[in-house]
């Protein structure tokens, strides 16, 4: 390739050079995309663009030629078309703060990578990028599904999901962030998207527990499926349509995170099922569970929206150290001796979506010898 048709490749910024925010930086690159990472450190920053690794976060991959990185904020943000945010969701109000005069005029997309809510303030990253950016919020984005960075910068096939308040935001940032091993879908469900991302974090650490005391797999799908439902009640509350949640934002993400050693969430879980203290556990953890810092904001919206959440309540309860890992098991499915419909509490009539209509249709298929339900439409 020619300096010349290097140069005309679209030009995009990653902030944050984690594993998540390198290996998006690498589906950008890969994709077409000439892609400057912003880096704290610059020893890392001189890694990524001498060395194209990322030793530290992604060891043993090869990042393209066209991906480089700066210490320099205002460096990186220079002629950004697209602008991707990585950073620990606790941090990135003061991050944006810095940021915000660099980019005062620039009216770029801004896309959020980041799945925890705000501790404080309990609002989702969407809205606290609105809040300190003052930006018109149809040029927000969100990027999320099942994640998990490795596999992705090893290049195994992945599908997420690009939602924004506007459908040309979410078309454009889609269009940049694919290439021939990552999918992108769309939608305009930005509160489904970012919470779905979210509550899968707390469940993932509900299933690290189970996994670090020794409970097997039937403790562990209990616990996503009632999982799922929790995950619904609480997002529909909040103004999310039900069929996000069992989309890659929600049932896609959730699965991944559960089920795999690489989810740092799963990780925190694992640790404190076998005994360890939240201090000790986030002393160990390299990088950031954001599903620690997402249990009390998320536990308050959720009182606040009448939605009782047993399995993420009992979650704090161990965080709190107020429950022995041993005994959350047995509880998490159900808090009441009283038999309970399996129905979702917000979205009773509609909650399943295409999803369980599906599995319905294929169960009566079973059932009834092939030739559906009595009285189903054909």
Known sequence: MTRKEDAARPRVTVIGAGSWGTTFGKVLADGGARVTMWARRPELAAEITEAKRNSHYLPGINLPR??????????????????????????????????????????????????????????????????????DPDLIAVASGPN?????????????????????????????????????????????????????????????????????????????????????????????????????????????????????????GRLLGQGYSFQDVVKQMEQTAEGLASVAPVLSLAAEAGIHMPIVEQVKMVLDGTMNPKDIAPHL??????????????????????????????LDQLRYGGRGAPGARP
């Not at 945010?85 to 896309?111: D, F, M, T, W």
């Not at 290049?155 to 939602?163: D, S």
């Not at 499915?333 to 249709?361: F, K």
């Open 148 to 268: 998990l960075a490795l596999e992705i910068a090893k290049e195994q096939p992945t599908a997420a999901v690009i939602a924004s308040s506007s459908q040309e935001t979410a078309d454009a940032v889609a269009r940049r962030a694919r290439n021939a091993y990552f999918r992108t879908f769309v939608n305009t469900d930005v509160v489904g998207t970012e919470f779905g991302g979210v509550l899968k974090n707390l469940i993932a650490v509900a299933i690290g527990i189970v996994d670090g005391v020794g409970y097997g797999e039937n403790t562990k799908a209990s616990i996503i499926t009632r999982g799922l439902v929790e995950m619904t009640d609480f997002a529909v509350a909040q103004g999310a349509h039900p069929a996000t949640l069992q989309g890659l934002a929600g049932l896609g993400d959730l699965i991944a995170t559960c089920q795999s050693p690489l989810s740092r969430n799963n990780t925190a």
């Open 333 to 362: 499915t159900t808090d009441d001796d009283e038999p309970q419909g399996e129905r979702t509490q917000n979205g009773a009539s509609d909650g399943g979506g295409a999803v369980w209509r599906s599995l319905q249709r294929a």
């Open 66 to 135: 066209h991906m480089t990185a700066t210490s320099h904020l205002e460096e990186a943000l220079a002629g950004a078309e697209q602008i991707y945010l990585s950073v620990p969701s606790q941090a990135l109000r003061q991050n944006l703060k810095i940021i915000r005069p660099l980019i005062a005029e620039a009216g770029v997309p801004v896309v959020s990578l980041m799945k925890g809510v705000e501790r404080k303030s309990g609002l989702r990253m969407s809205q606290v990028i609105e809040q300190e950016l003052r930006c």
